[in-house]
């Protein structure tokens, strides 16, 4: 398309998706190199210091000299280079002697290779782990790193900020903010969790095929806590990196069905979300025309993908099931909703993972399907702090006709809204069902 | 890198029944030897029960013994096991597979310094 003929909107939104790229960019580098630098040593904070060192000096030096033929390999250079300063140093306020301490640069091979009795993971003894990685051909270690961060002996509340921090480059304010917690408390949170991950000498490894059940469903599910989260105005957005993890969770495993099942679950949910909109739109009044068609695809894709790595004889997993799901209800857009298949998946969805939220949802499903009063019947008792069972027992309510009782379930939903426009949008509903009540006069 | 491996479990109030005892030994002994034989065992460790310990305190700088464990709680550490290996993630694989797991906890622990010969020893 021609530059020129552009809209102002056209070419903002150009320069927009041209940042994301940009970032997106930056932070698969960012992610690639820290997960090299910190699997080599086991400590991921002197990584992380060490590439922001590297990127420093890039700043500083790259303007005068010219980038680089190989920018990634320049700075993991720079990058190795201060944290074997920084091994060497910590040697040296220590008692044992270092085998290497008049060494030449750390390029030079033949210094930076293991002494002979030095023990695989001894990077104070001058042995460079990172020796015989050819800067041109970077592996991707960022499935170590996100087993790291997912680690169950790693606190599960700091399991999505280690993520968003490691893996994606996000300064601590920003997760901060994301989690709505001061920046020193979530600063101190990283921090400690960091130095659990180098004193207790957690791995940074992929799992055996015989802990992988074990050990994946913690990563899934801080991926999944990142989508969940509330991130207005900050800088970046959580739905959009949690898919972007899911899909590189997925790709680098390769055979995990439950990781491609996330990766269709994130993935159609950020297809359905449609522009910046100025407020809460629920599912049943948003226009499908408005919804991603080309993520459709994707995430569908990816379904079809966990359903073949699951094969014919398993049964599918809670995030193949979420997916499934979304995919019903992203089919609207060539159709009709087919609550059936639905309440079929919801089905299956509360015999494999049960919850309070499935079960609610369950019940607006039975609601369309054999109407509001066996949809009311369906909801679970009471849950009085759930906002989801007051919302959806409102608008059962206002479909059977209780509309001065499905006025006092939705101001009792609006309460419990965390989300402002969530909030507006239930009180807005309160209000019109109160109007329509035989109650009001007028 | 050393691990200690701390079991806490319930004390028995009651005389066990030797047979159980002669199993959970049996038990121990091929747990160890496994160990020993993967070249991971530094030592091994079955403590008496804590009707047998003994608890000192300096108190306003006067020394208070008494009887009984520092916290009467219902787990009691019951036996410790000093592990060399690679990592968390070998240090809990044998855990996993230590019988007193299944009727207590087991605290995975790395070590900081040790002692080889009298002199204190980096863990690493």
């Known amino acids: 398309m021609d530059a020129e003929r552009l809209t102002a909107p056209d070419r903002d939104a150009h320069a927009a998706a041209a940042c994301t790229a940009a970032a997106r960019a930056a932070r698969e580098s960012y992610g690639r190199l820290v997960a090299l630098l910190a699997a080599s040593t086991g400590d991921l904070a002197l990584a992380e210091d060490a590439l922001a060192d590297a990127f420093e000096r890039a700043l500083r030096t790259w303007p005068e000299s010219g980038v680089p033929d190989n920018p990634d390999g320049w700075l993991l250079t720079v990058a190795r280079n201060r944290e074997r300063d920084e091994w060497k140093s910590a040697a040296r306020r220590r008692t044992v002697p270092l085998p290497t301490d008049d060494a030449p640069g750390p390029t030079d091979a033949a210094a930076a290779a293991p002494a002979s009795d030095a023990p695989a993971r001894a990077p104070s003894l001058g042995h460079d782990p990172l020796a015989d990685v050819d800067p041109d051909r970077i592996p991707d270690r960022r499935l170590e790193l996100l087993f790291t961060c997912a680690h169950p002996a790693i606190d599960a509340s700091v399991r999505t900020p280690l993520m968003l921090q490691a893996v994606l480059g996000f300064e601590a304010s920003e997760v901060a903010r994301a989690f709505a917690v001061p920046a020193a408390t979530m600063a101190q949170r990283l921090v400690r969790a960091k130095r659990r991950i180098r004193e207790a000498r957690i791995p940074f490894a992929v799992p055996d095929r015989h802990a992988m059940p074990e050990r994946l469903p913690p990563v899934l599910e801080a991926i999944y806590g990142c989508a969940a989260l509330d991130w207005r105005g900050g800088a970046a957005d959580p739905a959009g990196e949690a898919q972007y993890l899911a899909v590189v969770l997925a790709g680098l495993l390769e055979h995990e069905p439950e990781a491609w099942a996330l990766a269709a679950l994130t993935t159609l949910a950020l297809a359905r979300r449609g522009p910046d909109a100025a407020g809460f739109v629920p599912l049943d009044e948003q226009d499908p025309s408005t919804w991603d068609a080309a993520s459709i695809d994707e995430g569908d894709a990816y379904l079809r993908r966990a359903a073949r790595e699951r094969g014919r004889l398993a049964t599918p997993g809670r995030f193949e099931l979420e997916a499934a799901i979304q995919s019903v209800h992203c089919a609207r857009r060539t159709g009709t909703t087919d609550w059936a298949a639905l309440r079929t998946l919801y089905d299956a969805l509360l015999a494999t993972a049960p919850s309070l939220g499935a079960e609610v949802a369950r019940a607006v499903v039975v609601g369309r399907l054999d109407g509001p009063e066996a949809g009311l019947a369906a909801l679970p008792g009471e849950a009085s702090g759930f906002q989801p069972w007051w919302a959806a027992r409102a608008d059962l309510l206002e479909r059977a006709g209780r509309a001065d009782e499905a006025a006092g379930a939705f101001r009792r939903a609006a309460d419990l809204a965390s989300d402002p426009a969530v909030r507006e949008h239930l009180a807005a509903r309160a209000e019109r069902a109160a109007g329509s009540g035989p109650a009001q006069p007028g | ?124």
Do not use: C
Request: glycine residues 8%.
């Open chain 2, 1 to 124: 890198m050393r691990y200690t491996l701390l079991m806490h479990y319930p004390e028995v109030a009651d005389e066990l029944d030797p047979a159980m005892i002669e199993e959970a030994q049996r038990a121990f002994a091929s747990y160890t030897e496994t160990l020993e034989g993967a070249g991971v065992l530094v030592s091994a460790e079955v403590l008496q029960p804590s009707t047998n310990t003994t608890t000192l305190r300096l108190e306003d700088g006067a020394l208070q013994v008494q009887d009984g464990p520092f916290a009467d709680t219902k787990d009691q550490l019951g036996g410790t096991l000093v592990l060399d290996v690679d990592d968390l993630d070998a240090a809990i694989d044998w855990a996993r597979q230590a019988p007193p797991l299944a009727w207590g906890a087991i605290e995975v622990r790395p070590g900081a310094v040790y002692t080889v010969a009298g002199a204190w020893t980096p863990n690493d």
